[in-house]
């Protein structure tokens, strides 16, 4: 796990200067060694931070070169089967000298020497964003792993007429002494729809996300520094080629002929998929431990740690001290069932606001997922102890594990014959319903719904249902939290939404597996990947997900949907494989998630601070927002009738962000 960075420039006054600077940026990717490389005929610089993993010797310095000298390489991540890609290259006689060292690293440049960039791609199993310069073919090749575990930038600074420049994090690129790069106005609007900023997007204009699963070409010989005309689309234009080299998209079209019907072959192919996935991602020259929340998932990734050794794996949990928020006693539970060597903390609001100052530096760009402030805090109590640390992310959008694949269709189902003005009624009286619950009960309103709501997510749904045409747009307004961004937004006009893959549908005609689909493609890369990546390398701590293995994500979309929600719950077949490890009364719960007390913390003690960055004058001033709704949802959210935190939070998280971006300039 590492940070990476570069240009590709016409101009190289102070350019050596410019890649310390912009490398240094990344030192809490990899405080243990760092590394640049140029050459100034051709433009090209690379910048690499190390934090070492496999290989701590020095032969596992970046950048490194191949052993013929073609290429050049700074890589983020890990390759997982590097030692069985040796194997192939030794069997086949395809090196062309011994062994340096015994970093993945030297195993890349040795793959694409014999196999070629993209070959190698499809052979690799892992987490990983990498640059790759080619000196014979004066290239560059930027490439990212198939489901977004790492991060890679790129983009041209000055209105696209400038330097390519590419880095793990915008704050790299930032460093850039030409990156005058303006907001992108029109992000601000997917933004607060959605509480993270898409890919391929970036707050930045001129400035992209590599999507997962694909690789940028840039050829020097031509006009590399043009700009993309549709980002988000493999493309080919003057000077550099964007490609996909593996889709969720193609895996699900294919899957018919291989659909695994047996309950009993499905259970045994994923315990020996996701077994042997834990196996590989336990492999390090450092110590490593496991994230465990209590929940299905990570129970299940600690209990297969935990299975391949007779030492105790090291088990890290937070809690909150609040009632209703801490799921770190049923993690504590299950530790002591798996005998792992468990460490726990319980924090109170005034530490876990401590953290909030840093979000906008860590994050780089606006992020409003509530959640990144127990992920950082854990990641940090972690790294005490440890340098990687395995976690359970992935399993709810493989498997089925959100409510809302569980209810939605069941309520439209209830509600799908009533006309759109009928609907909108309907809206409207579950926000009264929501506010008045004991005279909602007595007049059946509540018990006629095919699921039990509380007030507050009876309010929910009541807004999400509002100007909603069908079941896919009612799944587009549960992952909305401002469900008219446009109208918030000044001089910001949202794109067309990035949830539209109708070419997809006929293979996928059930409605939870369009959103099951659809998390894995937006929502896991760039909110749940992305929230672990930063907080984790904020700290120097490496993370690995092993239910990201692709053959584990392509096993998951060969089970039908009834292998994977059942009687009314998710994740059927992971519950199937933990109750081998675990007794079932000690995980059957209602799903909690990692949340914190915000809506109260924003009525008690953020309130001054909130305040501060929702002041209209201040909004006014600022200019990316119109004022009088923002504070009309804090007005309602102080009176307590409604709870808007989300919507206040993904504003407060701007709002936080961009005044970093005023004392940095």
Known sequence: MCGITGFLSRHSDDAALSLKQMTDALRHRGPD???????????????????AILDLSPSGHQPMHSASGRYVIVFNGEVYNHLSLRKQLEDGGALQRAWQGHSDTETLLACFETWGIKKSLQDFVGMFAFAVWDRQERSLTLARDRMGEKPLY????????????????????????????????????LYLRYSYIPAPYSIYQDIYKLEPGCMLTVDVTGSYIEPASAPHAPCKNTGWTLQRYWSLHDQIKKRESGMIL??????????????????????????????????????????????????????????????GYSEAVYAKAVA??????????????SQAMEVIPQLPTLYDEPFADSSQIPTFLVAQMARQYVTVALSGDGGDELFG????????????????????????????????????????????????????????????????????????????????????????????QEPDTLLTDRGLWPQLERAEERMMYLD?????????????????????????????????????WRLPLHMKIRDGHGKWPLRQLLYKYVPKE?????????????????????HDWAEHLLDPVRLSEQGSFRSEPIRQKWQEHLSGKYNREHSLWSILMFQAWFETQQEKS
């Open 33 to 51: 060694d760092n590394g640049i490389w140029m050459d100034q005929e051709c433009g090209i610089g690379l910048g690499h931070r190390r934090l």
């Open 154 to 189: 790129y983009g041209w600074c000055n209105g696209g007429s400038g330097s390519f420049i590419f880095g793990s994090e915008l704050k790299a690129l930032r460093q850039y002494p030409s990156f005058t790069n303006p907001i992108a106005r029109d992000v601000i609007p």
């Open 262 to 323: 047996d309950e009993q072959e499905a259970l045994s192919s994923l315990e020996t998929a996701l077994t042997a996935s834990v196996r590989i991602q336990s492999v390090a020259d450092v110590p490593l431990g496991a994230f465990l929340s209590g929940g299905i998932d990570s129970s299940l990734i600690a209990a297969l740690m935990q299975g391949q050794t007779s030492k105790p794996i090291k088990t890290f949990t937070i809690g909150f001290e609040e009632d």
């Open 336 to 349: 002591e069932h798996l005998h792992t060597d468990h460490t726990e903390i319980y924090l109170n609001a």
């Open 401 to 492: 594990g959100y409510n809302r694949y569980l209810w939605a269709p069941k309520i439209w189902r209830k509600i799908a014959w009533l006309s759109y003005t009928l609907r909108r009624q309907l809206s409207r009286l579950l926000i009264w319903a929501s506010q008045n619950d004991l005279l909602a009960h007595r007049q059946g309103i509540i018990h006629r719904l095919p699921i039990a709501l509380s007030g507050e997510k009876l309010q929910k749904l009541g807004q999400r249902l509002q100007g909603v045409q069908d079941l896919d747009g009612f799944y587009l307004s549960l992952v909305s939290e401002w469900q008219a961004p446009d109208e918030i937004v000044l001089a910001g």
């Open 520 to 556: 894995a493609m937006t929502y896991l890369p760039d909110d749940i990947l992305c929230k672990v990546d930063r907080a984790a390398m904020g700290v120097s701590l490496e993370t690995r997900v092993p239910f990201m293995d692709h053959r584990v994500v392509e096993l998951a």
């Open 586 to 606: 000690l995980i059957e719960r209602p799903k909690q998630g990692f949340a914190i007390p915000l809506g109260e913390w924003l009525r008690g003690p953020l």
